[in-house]
Structure formats: C-alpha cells, structure tokens
C-alpha cells in the first residue's frame, strides 16, 4: 500500500517515504501511547522486578531473591486466598458458560419478545456492582430473604445461612456472579451462532436429526472458536475477581471468600508490602498465563 | 424442546419489518404450535427469574425498612412511600457523588475514545516497522490481570502526588488498550482502497483519519464511548483506591460507604441502588445496539 502512493520506484523516495510513515504512525499513536506506557507497560514490568525485592513504604528497595516467594509458602493467607480463588473460578467458569450457552440458543429465534429477554438478561451486566452486590446481599439473607423463604416454601427445612456462613459464602458469590456476566457471554455467543449456516440445519433436518442431534452436531463444533474465546475471557477474568467479593463479603466470613486480588490489594496497598505483594501478583499472573497457554493447545489440537 | 424445529428460519437478514412471530412456512405442524408455545412459558418464566433481583430493588425502594423482609414477601407496597426517593438527597451529598461520578465518566470516555481511536488508525492504516511488536505489547498487557501491577501503579501516583485526586484516575483510566484494540479491529474492515484512494488526492493521514476513517466508523465509536461511559460510572476498585476524601466520592463508593454506617436501613439502600443504576439504564436503552456490536467486534477475532 505504501509502493503504490511512490509513483517513482527509485530507492531514495521509498526510504524517505517510509520515514515519514513512521513519523505519520508514531504521531498517531504517542497520545495514547505516553499513557499507556507510563500507567501501563512500566508498572507491568516493575512488578515483574519488584517481586524480587523487600521494598515498603518506608524503606528503599533492596534485592532480595526469592524470599518474597519462600515468605509466600509459608503463609497460610496465601494458600487458602489461592484455594478460594479457584473454588471460585471452578463454579464461576462451568455455570456462567452453560447458562450463556443455554440462553443464546433459545433467544437466537424471531420469536415475539425476544428482544426484551436479551435486553433483560444483558443488563446485570452493565448493572454496578455495589447495586449488585447490595441487593443480592439482601435477598441472601438468611432469615427472610426472599431466596431463603423461596427455598422454604419448596420444601428446604434449613436453608443455608449463605452470606453468613463460612461454607455457603462462596455459592453465594458463585450464583451472584453468574446472574451478573452470563448476558455478556450470551451476546459472544449469539454472534457466534449468527455465522452457522441455516443449510447446515436443513441439511441435518432432511438426513431425520433429533433438535438435540443438530445441537450437538452442528451448532456445538460450528461454535467452538466462541467457546474457545469465551473460556479464556471467563477464566481470566475468575482469577481476576476482585470488587465483587469486596463489596459483597469483603472476604468473610472469616476468610472464607478472600481471594488473591484480595489479598493483594492487602499486603501492597492497604500494609504498603510492595515486594511481597508482588510475589503474589506473580503468581496470579502466572495462574493466568499457564491457563491461557493450556487452552490455546487444546484448541490447537482440535483444529488438526 | 419441539420447539428447535424452527430454528432454520432465525437466520438473519430477512428484513427485521417482518413480524417476528409470524411462520413464513405455510404449512406448520400443531406440535410446533405447542412447542412455541412451551417456549414462550419457559422464556418468560425464566425472564422473570432472571428480573427478581431488579424488581426487589424496586418495590422495597418504596417501603419502610420494617417491610422489607417480611414473610411472605410483599412483591407490591402497601403504601408507596415515594418519599424516599426525596429524603435520600438529605441523607446523603448524592449531589456531589452525582456529579464525580459524571465528571469522571465524561472526561475519561472523552479521553479514550479521542486518543484511542487515533492510535487505532496508526495500528491499522499506516505501516512502520516495529507496528506489529508495539501492537502485541498492548494486547499483552490486557491478558495481564489489572491487580498484578496495580501497587507499582499505586506507588507511581503516590510519588506523583496524586492519590486522592480525579487527576489520578482520569490518567490510570483514559489510555487503556482496550479502546485501541476495539478501534482497530473496526479499522480493520474499513477497505484500504479508501484511504489510497485518499492519498491520491493528496490528502495527508490525518485528512484521511478525520475525514473518511472516522465518519465510517461511528458505530465502533459509540460502542467504544458506551462501554467506556459504563465501566467508569460502574468502577468500583479505582475510587475504592484512590479516593478517600468524601467530596471527592463517586455514586459507587458514596452508596457503599452509605451501605457500610446504615446496614439496617434497608428501604434507603435499596432507594439509593435504584438511583445508581438509573443513569445506567437510561445510557443502555438508548444505544443498547452500540453495545451489542461493541461485545462483537471485541470478542470476535
């Protein structure tokens, strides 16, 4: 695209040309780039460093190796942050993904009202999540809450004490948080099963397919690339839970809910341990990455 | 689930004016009849399943705290008590809250969307060696959770000066890679043909970027002002962090702190939870179908 604005195809003109799109692409991007660079890249790559050493408020950074990761080991917070935060991703990832699924195949139809479902079902997404979290705090309440005197009135003696209780916390958390996000991934997957062909269901309708046939057949391998998308985005985004379980629990009972955001913010803000914070940063991205990577050849492998 | 059997019919691009419900085959079968029908019941039941949270919302936005959590749950008022929604504005500088939350949301959107779609042009219309490395930096760093570097992004306001200030968050929230990644992917469809032709005429890159990229690329950038608009209104973890002086409070951090000191006033919390979610609502009815395609054009490819 460039050769052809350089109507003479001598050296110097196309050196100079490129120069000024280099000129013309940097001036285009620097105004975002000066941000995003000082707010973004560098403190990507300090934490990265900062891992390494024994630095807070007070005292000047010094390299310590691998003690941050050694104190880390044996600090029990640590563990049980890491055990929450995968409870949480294993409920989180699973039933957010199904009901997506399951609600994008029913509403992708010309059907009276359809409209208003995705519209309905959309919303808690963009809802704030103090709001969120505030009112599924009430309706979690033990004794009158509505889910409660719901699960009673089906026949539930002793409903769980849910927000209150160190074992039925983190459910909580988990149905909250699926009611929240599974309208953003309902719209990846209806825009994924806009690219299904309708042949293909007339085609299996012909060959006598049951609906579950089709679904199974058809509409299941022709949505994998949303799949593929959907969980990387849903697990990252689990291990990333943060505002949810603090405004919700604050990590409580006990620490029943603290997850290892949590525990970040923690140690490096609230007690000014950046090295040690860190560590634990660290580690949460590397939780990610290995997930992501793991992901990508399982896709990899099915696509041959 | 009979009901599928009219799944072939849902492709799109049939003209949207056609009634919905209307069969476009002649002939139907009663047992697609009653599957629609099946279908109808248990979209509708689990609507409403998915609405409980909302309508609660509502109705005990207009109660005494005493009829909140009464058994069984009263789904409508006994007496609307609309004088909540007045006495809230003495309870709490909701004005204030308001008006932060506004600035901040304002500022930002208008921050990311400018400089955001103007890297996005540099990413995908003109080419430079190293674009493609620069590209990859800033898509790296989305798949980098926030909290891994948010204590060096801390230290770097405190030294700066700027913790407890909208200067902080304006800075943390304006250049976010998001946006670029969203513009670009936009850019991408738009033919490059156009923009050659352009450069024919003599018109220079940033001619091309106002003139021709950025009219064609409306829907991208309401999306993106949209998305934008509603992560800042929404944000929680930023304000938590940064503010801590009252008058500096967004509507989120004002409602929680409210939530925290007067745990029992049930009908205040909730009346205050509807007043933060309003603008929102409002904001999504307009333009919901910017944010839809914006979902799409980020999450596919």
């Given at each position: 695209?460039?050769s052809?604005?350089?109507?003479?195809?001598?050296?110097?003109?196309?050196?100079?040309?490129r120069?000024?799109?280099?000129?013309?692409?940097?001036?285009?991007?620097?105004p975002?780039f000066?941000?995003?660079?000082?707010?973004?890249?560098?403190?990507?790559?300090?934490?990265?460093a900062?891992?390494f050493?024994?630095?807070?408020?007070?005292?000047?950074?010094?390299?310590?190796?691998?003690?941050?990761?050694?104190?880390?080991?044996?600090?029990?917070?640590?563990?049980?942050?890491?055990y929450?935060?995968?409870?949480?991703?294993?409920?989180h990832?699973?039933?957010?993904?199904?009901?997506?699924l399951?609600?994008?195949v029913?509403?992708?139809?010309?059907?009276?009202?359809?409209?208003?479902?995705?519209?309905?079902?959309?919303?808690p997404?963009?809802?704030?999540?103090?709001a969120?979290?505030?009112?599924?705090?009430?309706?979690?309440?033990p004794?009158?809450?509505?889910?409660?005197?719901?699960?009673r009135?089906?026949?539930?003696?002793?409903?769980?004490?849910?927000?209150?209780?160190?074992?039925?916390?983190?459910?909580?958390?988990?149905?909250?948080?699926?009611?929240?996000?599974?309208?953003?991934?309902?719209?990846?997957?209806?825009?994924?099963?806009?690219?299904?062909?309708?042949?293909?269901?007339?085609?299996?309708?012909?060959?006598?397919?049951?609906?579950?046939?089709?679904?199974?057949?058809?509409?299941?391998?022709?949505?994998?690339?949303?799949?593929?998308?959907?969980?990387?985005?849903l697990?990252?985004?689990?291990?990333?839970?943060f505002?949810?379980?603090q405004?919700?629990?604050?990590?409580?009972?006990?620490?029943?809910?603290?997850?290892?955001?949590?525990?970040?913010?923690?140690?490096?803000?609230?007690?000014?341990?950046?090295?040690?914070s860190?560590?634990?940063?660290?580690?949460?991205?590397?939780?990610?990455?290995?997930?992501?990577?793991?992901?990508?050849?399982?896709?990899?492998?099915?696509?041959? | 689930?009979?009901?599928?059997?009219?799944?072939?019919?849902?492709?799109?691009?049939?003209?949207?004016?056609?009634?919905?419900?209307?069969?476009?085959?002649?002939?139907?079968?009663?047992?697609?009849v009653?599957?629609?029908?099946?279908?109808h019941?248990?979209?509708?039941?689990l609507?409403?399943?998915?609405?409980?949270?909302?309508?609660?919302?509502?109705?005990?936005?207009?109660?005494?705290?005493?009829?909140?959590?009464?058994?069984?749950?009263?789904?409508?008022?006994?007496?609307?008590h609309?004088?909540?929604?007045?006495?809230?504005?003495?309870?709490?500088?909701?004005?204030?809250?308001?008006?932060?939350?506004?600035?901040?949301?304002?500022?930002?959107?208008?921050?990311?969307?400018?400089?955001?779609?103007?890297?996005?042009?540099?990413?995908?219309?003109v080419?430079?060696?190293?674009?493609?490395a620069?590209?990859?930096?800033?898509?790296?760093?989305?798949?980098?959770?926030?909290?891994?570097?948010?204590?060096?992004?801390?230290?770097?306001?405190?030294?700066?000066?700027l913790?407890?200030?909208?200067?902080?968050?304006?800075l943390?929230?304006?250049?976010?890679?998001?946006?670029?990644?969203?513009?670009?992917?936009?850019?991408?469809?738009?033919?490059?043909?156009?923009?050659?032709?352009?450069?024919?005429?003599?018109?220079?890159?940033?001619?091309i970027w106002?003139?021709?990229?950025?009219?064609?690329?409306?829907?991208?950038?309401a999306?993106?002002?949209?998305l934008?608009?509603?992560?800042?209104?929404?944000?929680y973890?930023?304000?938590?962090?940064?503010?801590?002086?009252?008058?500096?409070?967004?509507?989120?951090?004002?409602l929680?702190?409210?939530?925290?000191?007067?745990?029992?006033?049930?009908?205040?919390?909730?009346?205050g939870?509807?007043?933060?979610?309003?603008?929102?609502?409002?904001?999504?009815?307009?333009g919901?179908?910017?944010?839809?395609?914006?979902?799409?054009?980020?999450?596919?490819?």
């Amino acid at each position: 695209m460039v050769s052809t604005t350089a109507s003479a195809s001598a050296p110097r003109t196309r050196s100079r040309l490129r120069r000024r799109n280099t000129l013309a692409g940097w001036s285009f991007i620097l105004p975002n780039f000066i941000g995003f660079a000082a707010l973004t890249l560098v403190p990507v790559v300090a934490s990265l460093a900062l891992a390494f050493m024994k630095w807070n408020s007070y005292s000047t950074p010094e390299w310590v190796g691998l003690d941050n990761f050694r104190r880390m080991v044996d600090s029990e917070s640590f563990w049980t942050a890491l055990y929450n935060t995968i409870y949480y991703a294993a409920g989180h990832v699973p039933l957010t993904l199904v009901a997506a699924l399951g609600f994008a195949v029913l509403l992708n139809r010309k059907l009276r009202g359809v409209r208003f479902f995705r519209t309905a079902l959309f919303f808690p997404y963009i809802t704030s999540l103090v709001a969120v979290a505030v009112v599924w705090n009430m309706l979690f309440s033990p004794d009158a809450g509505p889910v409660n005197q719901f699960l009673r009135a089906v026949g539930v003696d002793s409903p769980p004490g849910w927000t209150t209780s160190t074992t039925w916390a983190m459910p909580a958390l988990i149905i909250t948080s699926v009611w929240r996000d599974m309208g953003y991934y309902m719209v990846l997957y209806l825009a994924g099963l806009q690219t299904i062909p309708g042949e293909l269901y007339e085609a299996a309708k012909m060959d006598g397919a049951s609906p579950w046939q089709r679904f199974w057949h058809i509409t299941l391998p022709s949505l994998r690339p949303t799949t593929f998308f959907v969980l990387i985005m849903l697990t990252i985004s689990s291990f990333k839970v943060f505002d949810l379980v603090q405004v919700m629990t604050e990590g409580g009972p006990g620490r029943s809910t603290l997850v290892l955001s949590q525990l970040i913010f923690r140690e490096g803000i609230e007690q000014g341990r950046f090295g040690y914070s860190s560590a634990i940063a660290m580690v949460l991205f590397v939780i990610v990455l290995l997930i992501t990577v793991v992901q990508f050849r399982i896709q990899q492998r099915k696509q041959r | 689930m009979t009901a599928t059997a009219t799944t072939p019919q849902r492709r799109d691009g049939a003209p949207t004016g056609a009634a919905p419900g209307r069969p476009r085959t002649p002939r139907r079968r009663p047992s697609a009849v009653a599957g629609r029908i099946a279908l109808h019941v248990l979209l509708t039941v689990l609507g409403l399943a998915v609405m409980v949270p909302f309508l609660w919302m509502v109705t005990s936005s207009l109660k005494l705290d005493s009829q909140v959590f009464t058994i069984p749950i009263q789904w409508i008022p006994e007496e609307f008590h609309w004088d909540n929604y007045t006495r809230i504005w003495e309870r709490i500088p909701l004005v204030t809250y308001l008006k932060n939350s506004l600035f901040l949301s304002v500022v930002i959107t208008a921050l990311q969307v400018l400089t955001g779609s103007f890297a996005a042009y540099g990413f995908a219309k003109v080419r430079f060696p190293g674009r493609d490395a620069l590209f990859v930096a800033y898509i790296a760093t989305i798949a980098v959770p926030w909290q891994a570097y948010m204590v060096p992004q801390y230290i770097i306001m405190e030294r700066a000066g700027l913790v407890n200030t909208h200067l902080s968050l304006i800075l943390l929230q304006a250049f976010g890679a998001f946006g670029v990644f969203l513009m670009r992917q936009y850019y991408l469809t738009i033919p490059d043909e156009l923009c050659e032709a352009a450069r024919v005429d003599g018109l220079s890159e940033y001619g091309i970027w106002a003139r021709i990229v950025l009219p064609l690329s409306k829907p991208a950038l309401a999306s993106l002002a949209l998305l934008t608009f509603v992560n800042t209104w929404n944000d929680y973890m930023g304000p938590f962090i940064y503010l801590t002086s009252n008058d500096l409070w967004t509507v989120q951090i004002g409602l929680r702190s409210f939530v925290g000191v007067y745990d029992a006033e049930y009908a205040m919390i909730m009346t205050g939870s509807v007043l933060s979610v309003l603008p929102i609502l409002t904001v999504f009815l307009i333009g919901q179908r910017y944010f839809v395609q914006g979902i799409a054009t980020s999450g596919l490819k």
